[in-house]
């Protein structure tokens, strides 16, 4: 499975993003699908992850109520919309598939993904 992410760019506090994850080579059927970011001199972590059914959302407590993750099958596409963009969410963005359904405790983790993008820049102004 290759992972392409996009959307990233450059916006002011308060403004929206809507992030993709486009998977080629094969379905995301039965995948989970996760978001991560990386700020500058940080370790990456968890942002929000879907299971492929969309039965089940997760987010990190950080974006929760301002980030949604959902998916759409007949693109095979995972989105990210970021809504109330703060200065601390300026980060690069990756997604990541893991081709199986995970545990609770796996889904937060890095450990859990198989496949990743390559990342997606997101930076927000003050």
């Known amino acids: 499975v290759q992972l392409q992410a996009s959307g990233g760019g450059l916006v002011q506090a308060g403004g929206s993003l809507r992030l993709s994850c486009v998977a080629s080579?094969?379905?995301?059927?039965?995948?989970?699908v996760g978001w991560f970011r990386q700020a500058p001199g940080n370790e990456r972590e968890f942002v929000a992850a879907i299971t492929w059914s969309g039965t089940n959302t997760y987010y990190a407590g950080s974006v929760k109520g301002r980030f949604t993750i959902s998916a759409d099958h007949a693109k095979n596409t995972v989105y990210l919309q970021m809504n109330s963009l703060k200065s601390e969410d300026t980060a690069v963005f990756y997604c990541?598939?893991?081709?199986?359904?995970?545990?609770?405790?796996?889904?937060?983790?890095?450990?859990?993904?198989?496949?990743w993008g390559q990342g997606t820049q997101v930076t927000v102004s003050s």
């Open positions: 080579g094969r379905t995301f059927s039965s995948y989970a």
């Open positions: 990541a598939a893991a081709p199986r359904s995970l545990s609770t405790a796996l889904v937060f983790t890095e450990r859990g993904y198989d496949y």
